[in-house]
């Protein structure tokens, strides 16, 4: 797995990192998981390519507290294409496994009827199709796609459409670098916050030159709920 020290030292020192347009290319992503401020447990984010597609996975398992007794763990996977830079999703699937019990949501994305549609342990009213623009996308193909069009100050606009649900998503980028903390070392990071009403509120940081999220936050209510913090990546080639 790869460290993150020379990305932090090299923007410790100010030297040039790559630019945040970079080709999509295959990574294994280890994060530290936490709930309400307390260790919950690990996660891994996977992007590689399957069958002439793309895919990404994030895999996140409690190991500590009430939540770890019951092995709860909840895994997401989206199947896409790259059409020119535009993450297009084809299908998608969510398992969420708490002690005996285990729920499945899978959806398609037909593109040659413009619809979405899912099945399984889902909500009756969100089993109704939905009708997709070009550029809409799921929840992991957001967080991609904001590592990949974060600039200083920047407005970033998409349409989430996932698991029966559809909302537009706005996200502005802080204009000024802050420190993040990556176990005993910080490092300078573009925050990312979703612009959105209610009580619900999500943080993405990001690095120039690392493919996935440093850090992913969100908070129900102004306290925090799930923190997935980076702790190491790798591209497929080890490198």
């Known amino acids: 797995m790869k460290s993150l020290l020379p990305l932090i030292l090299a923007t410790l020192t100010g030297a ?28 891994t984010m ?14 996140i398992r409690a190991e500590h507290g009430m939540m770890g007794l019951t092995g709860a763990a909840a895994q ?15 299908s998608q699937t969510m398992v969420r496994k708490v002690l ?15 619809a979405a549609q899912w099945t399984g ?22 967080n ?3 590592v990949r069009d974060a600039q200083p100050g920047k407005t970033l606009n998409y349409r989430f459409v996932d698991s029966g649900r559809l909302r537009p998503h706005q996200y502005l980028v802080s204009q000024d670098l802050e420190g993040v903390k990556v176990d005993d070392m910080s ?35 102004g306290q925090d709920t799930y923190d997935l913090r980076l702790v190491e990546y790798k591209g497929v080639n080890g490198s």
């Open 187 to 221: 490092f300078n990071a573009m925050r990312v916050n979703r612009v959105q009403s209610g009580n619900e509120e999500t943080s993405i940081w990001v690095v120039d030159g690392v493919p996935t999220p440093v850090r992913i936050l969100q908070r129900e209510d």
């Open 16 to 43: 040039a990192l790559p630019g945040s347009a970079f080709a999509l290319e295959p990574f294994v992503a280890n994060y530290q998981v936490f709930n309400g401020g307390k260790a919950l447990g690990d996660a």
């Open 144 to 146: 991609l796609a904001v």
């Open 46 to 59: 996977q992007v590689k390519p399957e069958g002439g597609h793309w895919r990404i996975d994030l895999d």
């Open 76 to 90: 997401q996977s989206t199947l896409f294409d790259l059409v020119g830079e535009t993450y297009r999703p084809l």
């Open 100 to 114: 005996f019990s285990k729920r499945i949501i899978t959806g398609t994305y037909d593109w040659a009827q413009h």
């Open 121 to 142: 342990d889902i909500k009756e009213h969100r089993r109704k199709p939905i009708a997709l623009q070009d550029g809409d996308m799921s929840g992991l193909l957001i």
